[in-house]
């Protein structure tokens, strides 16, 4: 899996976890619901976004990629 694809998917596992929207989410890390809503069809996440959506979701980067998913054998790129 692409790693944007990683962050994704660690968003929506942690916003679920939290029963927060995505709205809610971009909202509380004062970053534009827009660039969650695109993240899928992009191809970088920076590190900004991902520092406000950790915000957003009351998590620290630590704790965001403290998951299988960014195991190195699963992320392709």
Do not use: W
């Given at each position: 899996m692409r790693l944007v694809d990683a962050v994704y998917a660690r968003i929506v596992e942690l916003a679920n976890q939290a029963d927060q929207s995505f709205y809610k989410v971009a909202r509380d890390g004062c970053i534009p619901y827009s660039t969650i809503a695109t993240m899928r069809r992009s191809?970088?996440?920076?590190?900004?976004?991902l520092y406000g959506i950790c915000e957003g979701l009351n998590t620290t980067l630590r704790d965001f990629f403290?998951?299988?998913l960014f195991a190195k054998e699963n992320i392709t790129d």
């Amino acid at each position: 899996m692409r790693l944007v694809d990683a962050v994704y998917a660690r968003i929506v596992e942690l916003a679920n976890q939290a029963d927060q929207s995505f709205y809610k989410v971009a909202r509380d890390g004062c970053i534009p619901y827009s660039t969650i809503a695109t993240m899928r069809r992009s191809h970088t996440v920076k590190l900004s976004t991902l520092y406000g959506i950790c915000e957003g979701l009351n998590t620290t980067l630590r704790d965001f990629f403290d998951s299988p998913l960014f195991a190195k054998e699963n992320i392709t790129d």
